[in-house]
């Protein structure tokens, strides 16, 4: 078992017991690489900062307390949670689910956070509410709140050299104002805007000063989302755009089902769009700088209903502009990279324990409450060993107070919970859901006096019930957000599970503004203020694929390579790597004339085999690939060809699209395998993987039979 770090106010036996269950994911592959993203669930509008040696993150949770998660690393890559800046926020019954009222999709957003002469600070803006600061002598806490006198959309704030402190904030009109000495308001007079509209900046900035020269980045949707920055030599300006500083990267994932008019039931689910481009991009972030020198960008991509993932980026320096991605492929980020060099190295570990046996006096890390929880009504004590939750008053889930909530984790995971529903009283409902719009949930319903397990799936308004003889059961839900659906189950014996009820669809919405949660809930439907108790006796996360790979390099094997969804193989003719068909067609050499196959003009390769690939380890995740002669695939001049010894040019980063897809990063020219059927070449120019996966770029490889 792995040694752990516990944060202040969590309980040491709690998370050491937690280690000893499945893995979680980690961005770190162990063998100097790093796979994103960071975390993969949801951790959106990240702001990041280097403190001398060490690195600290925070991140958007609206209406989820506690709210302001604050991260450490030494490595940019492992994380460790050191607590929350925001224990709770309680602005109003719209936070405590009073009163007929929410607070879905308000409260904090797009936090900045700093660190200036011993005193660390989060600004965040809480909509209806103004900007709230809140400041700490040590980052993982105590935290004291402070209200400021302006609401600042989306703010970040620089100390500058001169001892002045100022905040820019604003969406696509960038505003600028001096910060008074106790940060609470502006300066009188020193308001203004600091980028005009027509400039193309957006919202979600972070404000820097590099070597003396001020930059802002931001979030800008144009139909493709992308990273923006902005700069000057002073404040004054004037100040250039640069609008795309990073665009296009989503990694191969296409925009998935969404929901855009939040009213309902019923719900109208757009279907994904494979053909879309660009609507899943890296936008929302910024820069951090090592002590060794490098430059790193972070930002997030919208992965549909898993939520906002954030990323790291490489980056590099062109022209004066910081560009995520490398040299020869700017704007775009590998999926799949070095480790950052901090001079310090870190295990793969994870900031959360997911999993919890309620054995211990506090809650395991990942837990966040939907609102503000009412203490007197949750317990970890009544029932040692269990979480009891008292069943209040509610007209549905949605408005079940005391629910409590963990973001789901991607690509695939399932959520069990042990279930002791025999305190429940005549119209309570107790169980595991999917906190979203529409939400799901499996549960035991008690009427009559008598046990019924339910199903219910407020997309489609359908309920489906089998009786229960006793009161315990286990819960059961499975995620895969790649297929973006969920399907539920249960059992009496914690082993056999039975499904109940249709698969239920899952979609990323604007309500909650965030993606799917796990979720365990108690409420009482019929009307009664005198609920019952329901006692969750331990909750599991099973992660089929918690590493960067959904299949592991085939080293000192022989594969085939084709691309994705198609007969079309790399080949080899006439001593040249080329395209070729595995069933039709005529295979052909990049220097061959093509010949005319119909009115477009283009060449079908020929029927010929495949290439037989020897995979061999270069090491950091880094493959050479031989043909059966010896001689490996090598790029010269953008194209692929062959060589009798592996150099450089022969190198390949073997990386994973979040599909699964294989795509192949030339370390020759920084851009990815592609196979061009129309002159039947195989090249190294592709940019990235296209959300179509018909590019050429995205790749499908099976060993070869022996």
Known sequence: MRSTWVAPGYSMALVVQACAFAPTWTADNGNGTFTNPLFYDEFSDPDLIRVGEDYYLTGTTMHAMPGLPVLHSRDLVNWRLLGYACERLDLGPEYRLAEGKEAYGQGIWAPCLRYHDGTWHIFANVNRHGTQHFTAKNPAGPWTRTPMKRSLHDLSVLFDDDGRVYAVWGYQEIRIAQLNADLTDVVPG???????????????????????????????????????????????????????????????????????????????????????RGRLSLHQGGFVVTPCGEWWGFAMTDANSVGRLTCLSPV???????????????????RTWLKPNTGHEAPPSAPYSRDDDFAGPQLANVWQWNHVPDDTQRSLAERPGF????????????????????????????????????GLRDGDVAGLALLNLPYAWIGVRRDGGAFVLEKFDQRTGKTSRVPLSGGRVWLRVRCDFLKEVATFSYSLDGTAFAPLGTESVLVFQLKTFQGVRFALFAFNDSGSSAGGKADFDSFTVDEPRPRGLMRPIPFGRTIRITAHGTDLALGVKDGVPAVVSLSEGRASRPDEPRVDSGSSGTTRPTSAPA????????????VALRTGDGRALTVVDGRVTLAAEVRDAAAFQWIETLNGDLILLSLATNRYVRFDPASGAILADGAGPDPSRADGVCLDWQLSPP
């Not at 931001?218 to 795309?244: K, T």
């Not at 008053?393 to 984790?409: C, E, G, I, K, S």
């Not at 061999?616 to 880094?622: A, H, K, S």
């Open 611 to 622: 290439a037989e690939l020897l995979v061999e380890d270069i090491g950091r995740g880094r």
């Open 190 to 276: 020193t308001e203004r805007t600091l980028i005009e509209k027509a400039a193309g900046m957006g919202e979600g900035v972070h404000f820097y000063k590099f070597d003396g020269r001020y930059f802002i980045t931001s979030a800008w949707w144009d139909g493709r989302m992308r990273l923006v920055c902005a700069r000057a030599d002073r404040l004054e300006g004037p100040w250039e755009v640069n609008r795309d500083i990073s665009i296009d990267e989503d990694f191969g994932l296409a925009e998935g089902n969404r929901l855009w008019k939040t009213a309902g039931p019923p719900f109208d689910v757009q279907p994904g769009n494979p053909a879309s």
């Open 316 to 334: 590099t320096w062109r022209d004066g502009w910081p560009y995520f991605g490398l040299p020869g492929n700017l704007r775009r980020t590998p």
């Open 387 to 422: 979480l009891r939750l008292h069943a209040q008053a509610a007209p549905d889930f949605w408005r079940a107070r005391n629910t409590l909530t963990q973001r789901a984790v991607g690509p695939q995971s399932s959520a069990t919970t042990v279930l002791d529903a025999s």
